[in-house]
């Protein structure tokens, strides 16, 4: 009862963090903004314990140094508050941080996805609280009401490195610690979808004193208490950061003002809503041609099954991630009928890749692996 009436009491203290850590200099709900840079493939990993990353972030905010345990955000004095950020933005994914929480009375140490219209995804870790976290989320910087944020057990997480994962789709968001969903927030249960995060994000991370005697009483009091800076340096790390994005392409434009997830555009890529990174059209052409060439066994009613599979492997054309049509030509089993059918792999030019295609193609697998 104490833990859920401090939760109460600092909530719009905890949404000031967000304030103080997060902006946007273009909101495409309110204005005509430059098109976002996208994540072009549909894996991105870095280690930092190996230094510093040649590319894919920048610095936003103080210094960050790198060392055995990875990235060190460091607080040696009042008003630090080291920050990167990706340089790059993905449309629905995963992302998974390998950190360990500074300590220190007021320090707060943070992942954050954010996203041009202030829709936005949180980790939050204070230095004083050693068996719990607080998971939260906005969306188009609704403040209304302060009632997301939910705190979750970890053990010890200023003196171990855990993994901390979001899953985000188009329906729901699932937060986990070290393999274990501790939190799932679906569409409708944020304001009926008004307040879901859903346009593309970046991946934020940083440490800020939330105890600094010069924020307002609820800041400090949410943050642990009051910080003394004699008792720096405040250090969290990172030993390293893997990101999946559902969508990769070049950019991501806003067609519209909504905010909403269907208006978006991928250029040169496809939007996959449901967060299932497709396997590319000539990938898979590739595994069945690899089946084919195992046996040229006669199949059923004297069917080959090395030709049944060189069927299906022409009707499947190059990677879809690239922007280009699943169905390659007029008489192949994918066709125009079944690519049309797609709610969730839509490209910018018009292609698409629907879940009934890759259902049949694997459908093709199983039975050829069956006749083998």
């Not at 009401?145 to 855990?162: G, L, S």
């Not at 600094?212 to 990172?238: C, H, I, K, L, R």
Request: aromatic letters at 10%; one cysteine or more.
């Amino acid at each position: 009862m104490r833990l859920l009436a401090g939760i109460l009491f600092a909530l719009p203290a905890a949404f000031r963090f967000s304030l103080a850590q997060t902006s946007t200099t273009c909101n495409p709900t309110t204005a005509e903004c430059p098109a976002d840079t996208a994540l072009s493939s549909s894996t991105y990993s870095v280690d930092f314990t190996s230094g510093a990353p040649k590319s894919g972030w920048n610095t936003t905010a103080g210094t960050v140094n790198y060392g055995s345990n990875g990235a060190e955000f460091t607080i040696n004095k009042e008003g630090d508050s080291p920050t990167i950020e990706t340089d790059f933005y993905i449309f629905f994914g995963q992302i998974e941080v390998s950190l360990m929480a500074a300590n220190g009375t007021g320090i707060v140490s943070s992942i954050v996805m954010e996203s041009d219209d202030l829709d936005e995804v949180d980790w939050e870790f204070t230095g004083t609280n050693t068996s719990s976290c607080e998971t939260n989320y906005f969306g188009k910087g609704n403040t209304t009401t302060y009632d997301r944020a939910i705190y979750y057990p970890v053990m010890t997480p200023q003196e171990e490195f855990h993994n901390y994962t979001v899953d985000w789709t188009s329906s729901a968001i699932t937060w986990s610690i070290d393999g274990t969903t501790v939190r799932t927030l679906a569409y409708a249960n944020a304001d009926g979808g008004a307040n879901f995060p859903q346009t593309p994000m970046r991946v934020k991370l940083g440490i800020w004193a939330g105890g600094d005697p010069s924020n307002g009483q609820g800041t400090v009091e949410w943050a642990g208490g009051e910080t003394d800076f004699s008792d720096a340096p405040f250090t969290m790390y990172v030993k390293s950061v893997t990101i999946e994005n559902a969508s990769p392409g070049s950019q991501y434009e806003y067609s519209d003002t909504t905010g909403a997830w269907t208006s978006i555009k991928v250029i040169n890529g496809s939007t996959n809503s449901n967060n299932a990174v497709s396997m590319s059209g000539s990938t898979m052409a590739s595994s069945i041609s690899s089946i084919a060439s195992l046996s040229s066994t006669p199949g059923p009613k004297g069917t080959s099954s090395a030709s049944a599979a060189s069927r299906v492997a022409t009707s499947v054309s190059t990677s879809t991630l690239k922007g280009t049509s699943v169905a390659s030509g007029a008489g192949t089993s994918i066709g125009a009928a079944q690519t049309s059918a797609s709610s969730t792999a839509t490209t910018s030019d018009g292609s698409s890749m629907s879940s009934q295609t890759m259902l049949w193609v694997f459908a093709n697998l199983l039975f050829i692996a069956f006749v083998l």
